[in-house]
């Protein structure tokens, strides 16, 4: 970024900091360096904070926390609407409750695993338990009766394994709330009267400690009430049957209300308004953040001790009753997402927009991806589990709950679907392409190469930009290549699926909820797994059943083992784990407003690390500066933009390139980077300059409304920079897409013309990239 190895960090830390190049550390303090007209050299300064996203091995566990990362997203994608506070709240809590309900589900998939198929169905199998030795302790016939082989003490023991990885949820989250969360931002001493266009300028919207520590103690408790809910209403069923003990029966039934009266606190805790954004809320409620999780533990800790109570009768067969918990929180999935699609829809009315993604329908599309996602993982980690203990087929080991062998079947489904999809982008590609081709060729003057090279090179000539210097120069060496051409039509055509993505997620959504309410009907209505509920039907239903069961069940282990490749990969090497941090890069720049246990923000820590270096710096030199951003790193400086206060954001200039602002942001985060939002930032700040290319799939154009459109976007920088070979470039220029904006002349150009535009007292300038 500072094109220049000697650098060294202003401010800052080993997670982000600020460099500047040696030379330039002290340039504020050599006034002797101006010339008499005051007009400084800029002094560039880098903040990096790709540690934010990367960082070390431990990163690896993030992938873990993938469907409350989705999820958490789902919440910033609501419309933008005005005077619907209520329905902007009711649209919150209903992503928040989907949110509790992908905990419930992660944790009871580790019960599924852990209590149904080790402890209670494998270690109950004599054959079972003695291909596998580790559980012969547990086992009534191999231990010979021992101690630890009730039921009530298996299911009891097993438990630690979903309580520790509820602990593990709990204390990531709060590792990372003290190191994200805990970052302050900056405090003016007077208060900010402003025309509100975004909440990203509220004092409060980058301090979002209060909530996630309420949030993280609200699903702790429901991971640990979900797990004495395993254990204790097991034994409860078995006391409530003719002939069981009296005392242990009023036990069970004062464990479920414990059980129910926590459930409700939970959903209430969950219930309550959200984020206050309108200040900085330093408070931290300890009563309830201490006292709830705490609460959960002693109802699990009674649930052990009432279920390894000694019932000499009581004997293991057959599955647990987990299709009953599954199924209620998929139906609840389906209902949450009918039900916050209907909000969305509602808002949307209020205030449309045509280039809002999906019609404002995107929350509710990606939230019913999360919950597919959490399904996928769980339902595959179940399986695979249950194949191994099956081992060759000898033993008796029943498997998972019918729901989630049936939600495995509809993967081969879906697959056909995305297939479909991709052959549709595939066709579209295509016609882009062709149509590119003549873009191409007018752009770069070679639309008349046919009618003699002499008048060709003299079209190429007259059609260049008057700017543009040497870059579009052609000599007697440029010739019409058509594989050229197509290369770069080609990569145009490409670029431009990304518009193409809200109708791609708005059909896989459709498709996985029907299909999934079509598992959960499937398998209530038949309690069988689908090749046995298809079996005695028509031949072509029935060996449909069969394929799409046996592919599912194989699609969905080699899922998981991919998942576990992926993450072992992960934690060891560095450079995959920047890959995921690119992935990370938009999935944790919100706020975790709807998942406490959700990958950290970064931006909680970057947006205020660059709103007081900016303030700070031109408080004390009285200077102004450019902050230029490329890709995420414009999205970060317009975040900080929108913090400072309003007379050091009027000294400021902004240059984006590459940047997704509106293409990305704007179009699915409509209500914090909408078109009214953009024209505010553009509004309030000295000037404001947004470089593109139509090669690039992930930039574009900003697209303000009216005068400002043209003011705020530059022209298309031309890629490649030549289309063939030429005095300024005598070997073929790449196609660079979305990276390497500064190898353009053109970014020089633009960058002195806002350092002109923003005055002659600049010190320095510095970039967020």
């Not at 008499?36 to 990163?59: F, H, I, Q």
């Not at 590792?175 to 909440?199: D, I, L």
């Not at 998981?560 to 784990?577: E, I, M, N, Q």
Request: hydrophobic share 45%; charged share 20%.
């Amino acid at each position: 970024m500072l094109d220049d190895p000697r650098t060294v960090r202003v401010t800052g830390d080993g997670i982000a900091a600020v460099f500047r190049r040696i030379d330039d550390a002290d340039a504020e303090s050599r006034p002797e360096d101006r010339p008499e007209d005051r007009r400084g050299k800029p002094v560039p300064e880098a903040y990096v904070w790709c540690n934010l996203t990367s960082g070390n091995g431990s990163r690896a566990l993030w992938l873990l926390l993938l469907p409350f990362m989705v999820v958490n997203l789902a919440h910033w994608m609501r419309p933008t609407t005005s005077g619907r506070r209520r329905t902007v709240r009711l649209y919150g809590l209903l992503v928040r409750l989907a949110g509790l309900s992908l905990t419930v589900l992660l944790v009871a998939a580790a019960c599924e695993v852990a209590l149904d198929l080790a402890a209670w169905q494998c270690a109950g199998t004599p054959a079972c338990a003695r291909d596998h030795t580790w559980l012969g302790f547990l086992s009534p016939d191999v231990s010979g009766g021992g101690w630890w082989s009730a039921p009530g003490r298996r299911l009891a023991l097993a438990s630690l394994v979903p309580a520790a990885l509820t602990a593990l949820l709990w204390y990531l989250s709060h590792r990372t709330w003290r190191t994200y969360e805990s970052q302050q931002p900056m405090r003016y001493e007077t208060v900010r009267e402003e025309a509100e266009h975004t909440a990203l300028n509220r004092p409060g919207f980058w301090y979002g400690r209060r909530l996630v520590a309420r949030l993280r103690a609200a699903h702790t408790a429901a991971g640990f009430l979900t797990i004495a809910a395993a254990v204790g209403t097991s034994a409860a069923r078995h006391d409530r049957a003719p002939g069981g003990p009296a005392l242990l029966d009023v036990l069970g039934w004062l464990l479920n209300a414990a059980l129910a009266a926590g459930a409700v606190v939970v959903v209430g805790v969950v219930c309550r308004r959200g984020r206050s954004e309108r200040r900085l809320d330093r408070r931290v409620d300890r009563a309830l953040v201490r006292h709830l999780p705490a609460a959960s533990i002693a109802v699990w800790v009674l649930a052990l001790v009432y279920a390894g109570w000694s019932r000499p009768e009581w004997t293991s067969a057959g599955r647990l009753p987990g299709d009953m918990t599954f199924g209620g929180i998929t139906l609840a999935q389906s209902l949450l997402v009918v039900v916050l699609g209907v909000v969305a829809h509602l808002l949307y009315r209020s205030h449309p927009d045509p280039r809002t993604a999906m019609r404002g329908l995107a929350g509710p599309a990606v939230a019913m991806l999360a919950c597919a996602l959490g399904g996928v993982m769980t339902g595959g980690v179940a399986q695979r589990v249950a194949d191994w203990l099956n081992g060759t087929g000898d033993t008796a080991v029943l498997g998972p709950p019918v729901l989630l062998t049936w939600q495995a079947s509809v993967i081969p489904p879906l697959l056909v679907v995305v297939v479909l999809l991709v052959g549709w982008l595939a066709w579209r590609t295509a016609v882009l392409r062709r149509r590119e081709l003549a873009a191409v060729e007018r752009e770069y003057g070679l639309e008349v190469e046919a009618e003699g090279r002499g008048r060709g090179r003299g079209k190429a000539a007259a059609g260049k930009d008057p700017d543009a210097g040497p870059t579009t120069e052609s000599d007697d060496s440029e010739r019409r290549d058509s594989a050229r051409t197509r290369h770069i039509a080609r990569t145009r055509a490409m670029a431009a699926l990304t518009d193409r993505a809200p109708r791609i997620v708005g059909i896989v959504s459709t498709v996985t909820l029907l299909l999934g309410v079509g598992a959960l009907l499937g398998a209530t209505l038949t309690g069988k797994v689908p090749g046995e509920a298809a079996r005695g039907t028509y031949p072509f239903v029935e060996g449909a059943a069969q394929t799409a069961q046996a592919l599912g069940s194989w699609l969905i282990g080699f899922g998981f083992l991919l998942f576990v490749t992926w993450g072992r990969r992960a934690y060891k090497d560095a450079s995959a784990r920047r890959t995921i941090g690119i992935l990370w890069d938009v999935g944790t720049f919100w706020p975790r407003a709807a998942h406490p246990f959700a990958p950290p923000c970064y931006a909680e820590r970057a947006v205020p690390d660059l709103t007081w270096r900016m303030e700070t710096w031109t408080r004390d030199t009285g200077g102004r500066l450019v902050l230029s951003g490329h890709s995420q790193g414009s999205v970060l400086a317009a975040a900080a933009a929108w913090q400072l206060s309003p007379e050091v954001r009027g000294r400021i200039a902004l240059l984006t390139y590459g940047s997704p602002l509106e293409r990305l942001y704007g179009r699915w985060f409509p209500a914090h980077f909408g078109p009214h939002a953009l024209g505010s930032l553009h509004r309030e700040i000295d000037c404001w300059r947004n470089l593109y290319r139509h090669t690039d799939p992930i930039g574009g154009p900003v697209r303000l409304h009216g005068d400002s459109g043209p003011e705020v976007d530059a022209e298309p920088f031309r890629d490649p920079l030549a289309y063939g070979r030429t005095r300024a470039h005598p070997l073929p220029a790449p196609v660079l897409g979305h990276s390497d904006y500064q190898a353009d002349p053109a970014f020089a150009r633009e960058r002195e013309r806002l350092l002109d535009r923003i005055g002659p007292e600049v010190p320095g300038q510095r970039g967020a990239d």
